[in-house]
């Protein structure tokens, strides 16, 4: 890909930060301050890389902004530049982990010794490493519900991102907070099958948020997020030690005296997990689990499900309002956003496809014909993420 957008006399800009906007007049960024690190592109000898190096340091260009969920020190650049901002709903929770045994018990009952992972054709989260003649893939599953009571009102409480024979990752941007996540290899071969499993927040007029609004205006969302991160730090404590609590503790409110296995690699502590959200969020997703996905999955409430803290940067916050039709930022002639932290996506591939969308945007306002029709156009990438 690289190679054909330098064919197309495109260049490439490793280790270039944006910092600053300059400040935005009549509509126009009139500049961009960009901060550069020397980088080694692989595969393009130390020469060419000192050239590409040099070259940037030499020029900075305005361009389009692309900042994933999780660049606070963006937004604040960017509520500080007034470009306009806006809060929208994200969501909060935790990571579970089961066996993946019992989820491959559990969705394929009397099947559940036909399931094959890895490459080999083995059985390994059921502890084989016997060839078998499965036919299954290792099993996943996906739960939501609009029905999550906190108390006063339903909130939605859902999985996401369920990776199955998978691992949990630490995704923590700074020492002062722990947050994880989840992957699989494409084996799909651990012991364990982890999700999240998260409680809407912040739409107009939500409680939980209010005093943050108050505080910090249209960044409460994201301030909101950080305490959550640096709570879950002080329960886990340094080196990304991360927070943990069986799930029936955590309905029990109890701490946990034993732990069961996790994929995490790094430590892991017995802490009151229920304690790190505001009841709001607790009691949402303790009425979910034990009144709807018990239900729903029965068994998914089972002593060795291991939550861990915390899972709050499902999608971003805050979006940027951008033109339905040209998709520039609203009041702005040459400034484009796109993907999860602009708030136009969530996920892999719909960010893939509103950096296609814009992308065609940006040729289509400049004139540039045959261009739309390779992504979307914007069609199909959902306004609310
Ligand atoms: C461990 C993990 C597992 C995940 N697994 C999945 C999955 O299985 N499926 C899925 O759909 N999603 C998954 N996600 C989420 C997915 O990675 C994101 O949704 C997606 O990458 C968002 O794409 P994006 O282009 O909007 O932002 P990003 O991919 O975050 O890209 C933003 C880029 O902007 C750069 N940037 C930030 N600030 C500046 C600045 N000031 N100047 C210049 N550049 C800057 C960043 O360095 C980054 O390269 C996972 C995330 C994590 C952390």
Redesign the pocket.
Known sequence: MRKEIRSLGGEIRFG????SLGYPENGTVKKVR?EYSDVIERGLGKEETERINRMARERVEIGSE??????R??YK?LHKEKIPLKPKPFAVGFRIEHPQSLINSLQYKEYSDQVVTGKKGTDLANGSKDIVEGVLPVASYRLATDLGYDGKINRPVYSF?M?PGGQI?P?STSEEETVV????FSKRDSEFANSAVVVGVGEEGDEVLEEYWEKWGVLGGMYFQEDIERKSRELGGSNFTVPVQRLPNFLNSTLSPTLPKSSYRLPKKSSPLHTVYPPQITNSLKHAITEIFERQIPGYLDESALLHGVET?TSSPIRIPRDKETYLVEGFENFYV?????GY????????C??IGVAEKVCANMGAEGFEGFGLGGKGVKENY
């Open positions: 270039a930060k944006v910092t960009v692309d900042i994933g969920h999780s660049a020190d963006v650049m991102c990776c990752v995704a996540n989840g992957m699989s940067r796109a993907g999860e932290g602009a996506a969530g996920g892999i591939v719909s960010a893939s509103d950096g």
